[in-house]
């Protein structure tokens, strides 16, 4: 039935509902200036876009990527991608033509829609993408070609009206990628079915109220930004704000102000920024609408808790899930005493336990694997073209997160550490391998190995350790290539804090590159056994 589709839900639904009047989401741009846009508009312009789709022959589980800036438009095309069973694939604006080519590639996407200046990445890469049948520009007046489409005219004459096809609950709906330690990004499919997660999860942790105006910072490509900049409070009727200005300490408290938030969703590292510019901001404090505050992405440290209670006189909860999990699994919410620095406990229906190298319950206050119960609606149902690595993901029944933590007495979780290579940098990952990689395609470097390292700021920073050419020395003009290399080829948020010359990266006999070890020697801590290291 179309009652499991999350496009249906999050839009029509909600007229039916009677909030067709209702502001699904004021638009502000960077200067403060806002835009409202009611639950039977977004109904419409995402009509409008799937039945575009329908007629440029799109069908089912074909993979649709928005490669856009926060606008509009991506609200639009995200939903009406879903009303046609169509998969939404989403991408960072700032991503470099390489981190594009390596999902657009393995997803074998076969629309993108994006902006006339990040076009020009598309137009190298396309050649090599033969599955890449149209490009769609938001910011182009009349199409160009059969191949390049307008977005405006694509859609100015179609139906304000669509009939959402049947969905079963199992039906693919949108797809992120996120790094790995040893190898190209993962591409993670979740369901429509994970709507009822998501949720749930806006009722027991947000603890949502019809009058709440709800505003998540996250970038819409980021797991945070499609379920809880989305799809979680669009499917409860609530009204969000989106922002399409960057970062900026006084822009974001007049913002709160403003808009009269009065749940607020972001990440440590924001925090951690705004606390560094209390002075700036100490006349914005008061913010009476406000009522809470949510966090996401990277551990909460205590002092931000702290922070946020004595300065901005609110109460923050932290909240713990990833790409995979599709939702909120570990959490501190209203109703629950804040133990600061602690994830929290699970939410209801997740079974979460920490586990020992053989499988058994690790004793309380003692690090373990992280494991969760398999059964939630949002768990993400496979990575594409990598059975092996989602089977290995699962030990009997239950997800293997990748995360090591421990259990108190009074059943909250503590996070320790990845206890794999990812780097969790600002609330991203970063997967060495693709830093490697890129900064391997330099003639000056012959050998390279990327750690994370803690950063006060960032939680974690990505430090390159570079083997160069002839013993040649490390200038600026080679740190300045090294870094615009990074960014054109992957991310801005990929670039190395440091790089640090060595003769030699350490790897075992069968060419493993030990990170341990180097993450020891930056930190000058004890390397540990390093027998197995080649001579």
């Not at 002839?470 to 740190?479: A, I, S, V, Y």
């Not at 990170?515 to 027998?531: H, T």
Request: hydrophobic share 40%.
């Amino acid at each position: 039935m179309s009652s499991n589709n999350i496009g249906y839900i999050c839009t029509h639904l909600q007229c039916e509902n009677g909030l067709a009047d209702k502001t699904a989401f004021r638009f502000v741009d960077s200067d403060l200036n806002g835009t409202n846009y009611s639950f039977a508009q977004l109904d419409a312009a995402s009509n409008q876009f799937a039945n575009a789709l329908k007629e440029i022959n799109i069908r089912p589980e074909d993979r649709i990527f928005i490669f856009l800036p926060k606008q509009p438009e991506v609200f639009f095309s995200f939903l009406g991608t879903l009303k046609t069973k169509a998969v939404a694939g989403v991408l960072f604006s700032n991503f470099g033509k390489e981190a594009v080519f390596d999902r657009l590639a393995d997803a074998q996407a076969k629309i993108l829609i994006t902006k006339q200046s990040l076009f020009k990445r598309i137009e190298e890469i396309w050649p090599d993408l033969p599955g890449l049948e149209k490009v769609i520009l938001t910011d182009l007046p009349a199409h160009k070609s059969n191949r390049v489409l307008s977005y405006t005219q694509l859609v100015e004459h179609q139906s304000t009206e669509f009939l959402v096809p049947d969905t079963a609950p199992e039906t693919p709906s949108v797809l992120h990628y996120t790094s790995g330690s040893t190898g190209k990004p993962k591409g993670v499919l979740h369901v429509h079915n994970s709507i009822h997660h998501q949720r749930m999860t806006m009722e027991k942790v947000m603890q949502i109220e019809p009058t709440d105006i709800y505003w998540c910072t996250a970038d819409h490509a980021w797991v945070t930004g499609t379920t809880y900049g989305i799809i979680g409070p669009w499917s409860k009727g609530l009204t969000q704000v989106h922002f399409g200005g960057k970062f900026d300490t006084e822009a974001w408290f007049d913002l709160l102000k403003q808009e009269k938030i009065t749940l607020w969703y972001t990440a440590p590292t924001a925090l951690r920024m705004l606390m560094r510019e209390e002075d700036k901001i100490a006349e914005k404090y008061d913010l009476p609408a406000l009522k809470r505050v949510y966090s996401v992405g990277e551990p909460l440290n205590p002092e931000i808790v702290h922070w946020v209670r004595r300065v901005i006189k609110k109460e923050i909860y932290d909240t713990w899930f990833q790409t995979e999990t599709g939702g909120i699994m570990i959490t501190n919410r209203p109703g629950l005493p804040v133990k600061p620095g602690s994830m929290g406990k699970p939410i209801h229906g997740v079974e979460a336990g920490v586990f020992t190298e053989d499988g058994k319950g690790s004793p309380l206050n003692e690090s373990g694997s992280l494991r969760l119960k398999k059964g939630w609606s949002s768990m993400f149902r496979a990575y594409i073209n990598m059975e092996d690595a989602y089977r290995s993901k699962f030990h009997g029944d239950f997800y293997d997160t990748g995360d090591l933590a421990q259990m108190d007495e009074d059943g909250y979780f503590w996070f320790i550490g990845r206890n794999d290579d990812v780097i969790n940098t600002s609330g991203h990952l970063v997967g060495p391998f693709e830093v490697e990689s890129a900064l391997l395609e330099m003639e000056d470097i012959v050998d390279v190995a990327v750690i994370g390292a803690p950063d006060e700021m960032l939680y974690e920073k990505v430090v390159a350790f570079v083997t160069l050419k002839n013993h040649q020395e490390w200038t600026r003009r080679l740190e300045v290539k090294a870094r615009i290399h990074i960014t054109k080829r992957i991310s801005p948020i990929a670039v190395p804090s440091e790089f640090i010359v060595t003769p030699k990266i350490p790897k075992n006999r069968s060419g493993k590159i030990m990170r341990r070890v180097l993450k020891a020697r930056y930190l000058g801590e004890d390397a540990g056994d390093i027998s197995t290291l080649e001579d």
